[in-house]
């Protein structure tokens, strides 16, 4: 062995030593808010799964989306870059073209390249194919080109066309007798609609979503055709964690894996199956939020009963702030009591404030992560780095080129995580340590439909969160150096300097 060789060995021995290849399970649940779960501060909703992995595990306190809808923070998650660099990066029609390239360095592909087995069930909303997608034939670019070996999703969301799954490159459960059309555009047949004819529907719109019926349900967009292959909202649950749980078995005598488990709970409609109906007082959003937990149950058994899980990393997190009415009428307002969705946090989903963005975050592996609570501020869009250099996986400087390597945070290791974020909802803000300044924005304080504050204010907003966690006073105007200085940083990092 020459000395290049020996070094070479050396190096490769010491970053075998410092790396280690848990499974991974990611928990990605929609809508729910920072008050969602009993393990932060939810007592009108009972959580017991989740707040055991919360209590066996690291939960965070400032964790965040980049965003405070679902495309950015999920395009983020997945590239560890901030969505907001990417115009097109923003809520999809269900018929959007395929958001992230095939060819760059994203999560799953990282940890493909570590020799992960990977595998994505849930809500997808980053578009697939390439513009006017024939969905009757191969599906593709999808999760399959960008790192995941096996997929089995919903296109966009629960509320919006196709209503179908697609597993891997096709369209689950289709007659080809019955084709697929969909359409964003107008109606593609003379059936009836949310709007035509709300007697038809279960649950009425109370904004939007008055569309293509299906299931008794109108939605966003027009579809028809696939009737053997429409999903069901009742089971839709049931028929994601069996898919989950058919991953792990499938995939534990062969580890390492990674499951992306993007649940449709807690996002409009709200439907949980039946078995959820008395599950709390609050009706189908409480109800939604308790089937999420069940999904967990399932999924942490399925570990345990494969021997597995003290050597896997859970991550629980959400993909953008709670929201009461989000165009159904389904009394998650008349029945929402004393439960705060976003717990001390002002705003929810779509909101400047911190309530856009900060998520419960919860790190679960019992081989490593001691049992706490972290304050440290970390983002999503950091997993990628950081779990690349936990499993050894190479990454260029420029790949995920917003994230951060974030990984003794994320272990408990350290209690400092990241100095700087962005947020971001229509404008953005941004995260100092404590402090967090918001930019001046037009457009309405009050989002009518949802009745969320969208913090928007003509006026530049800075708030003292160590001391004002509800960004309740502005101090703008009597920390004017410091505002400067943040607006100034927020120039550099929108501008990459
Ligand atoms: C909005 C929808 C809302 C929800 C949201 C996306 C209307 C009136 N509202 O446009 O119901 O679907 O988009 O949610 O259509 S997200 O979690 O996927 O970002
Ligand atoms: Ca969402």
Redesign the pocket.
């Known amino acids: 062995m020459n000395r290049r060789e020996f070094l070479g060995a050396a190096f490769t021995a010491a970053t075998a030593a410092t790396t280690a290849r848990p499974n991974i399970v990611l928990i990605y649940a ?2 729910l808010g920072y008050g969602d779960l009993g393990s932060y501060g939810a007592e009108r909703v009972k959580t017991p799964h989740l707040d055991r992995l919360a209590k066996g595990g690291l939960r965070f306190t400032d964790a965040h989306t980049t965003a405070a ?3 950015p923070s999920r395009y983020s998650l997945i590239t560890g870059e901030y969505a907001f660099r990417v115009p097109a990066a923003r ?1 999809l029609p269900g018929d959007a073209p395929a958001l992230i390239r095939p060819g760059r360095a994203t999560l799953p592909s990282v940890l493909k390249q570590s020799g992960y087995r990977t595998g994505v069930v849930g809500k997808w ?1 980053l578009g697939l194919g390439s513009g006017k997608l024939d969905w009757n034939s191969d599906i593709g670019p999808g999760p399959l080109d960008i790192g995941f070996d096996e997929c089995f999703i919903i296109p966009a ?1 629960g ?2 066309v196709p209503c179908v799954y697609v597993e891997n490159r096709r369209v689950a459960g289709l007659d080809p007798k019955d084709p697929i059309q969909v359409s964003y555009e107008g109606p593609v047949d003379d059936a009836p609609t949310g709007k035509s004819n709300p007697e038809f529907l279960k649950i009425k719109p109370s ?3 008055d569309m293509t019926i299906v299931n008794g349900i109108s939605r ?1 967009g027009y579809m028809r055709g696939g009737r053997a292959a429409l999903w069901n909202d009742e089971s839709m649950a049931d028929t994601l964690t069996a898919r989950a749980v058919s991953f792990v078995e499938r995939h534990a005598a062969r580890q390492p894996f990674f499951l992306y488990f993007a649940s449709h709970d807690i ?2 409609p709200r439907v949980p199956n039946p078995r959820f109906a008395a599950a709390t007082a609050m009706g189908p959003r409480g109800n939604a939020i308790a089937e999420l937990d069940w999904c967990v149950g399932q999924i942490t058994e399925a570990l345990t009963q494969a021997g597995v899980l003290k050597n896997t990393l859970i991550l629980v997190s959400s ?2 702030g709670g929201v009461v009415d ?2 159904y009428q389904d009394d998650s307002v008349a029945k929402l009591g004393a439960h705060r969705p976003n717990g001390p946090l002002r705003g929810g ?1 779509g909101s400047k404030f911190e309530g856009g963005t900060r998520v419960p975050f919860i790190v679960h592996w019992p081989d490593r992560v001691k049992p706490g609570v972290s304050e440290a501020l970390v983002s999503q869009m950091d997993l990628v780095r950081s779990l690349a250099t936990l499993t050894g996986a190479k990454l260029a400087a420029q790949e995920a080129p917003d994230s951060e390597d974030v990984l003794p945070a994320l272990l408990g290791e350290r209690k400092q995580g990241r100095q700087f974020l962005v947020e971001q909802s229509g404008g953005l803000s941004l995260r100092d340590g404590l402090w967090k300044y918001i930019e001046p924005g037009s457009g309405p304080r009050i989002a009518a ?1 949802t009745n969320t504050e969208t913090g928007n204010d003509p006026q530049p907003q800075l708030y003292d969160l160590s001391r004002d966690l509800g960004e309740t006073k502005n101090l703008a105007t009597t920390e004017p150096v410091r505002m400067k200085q943040m607006a100034d940083k927020l120039q550099d990092i929108r501008a990459k300097r």
Do not use: A, M, S
Request: aromatic share 0%; net charge negative; proline share 0%.
């Open positions: 929609d809508d809808t679902c495309t809520i909303h969301t509320d919006r904004h939007g979503h966003i996002h409009v993909d953008n989000d165009g989903k439909n």
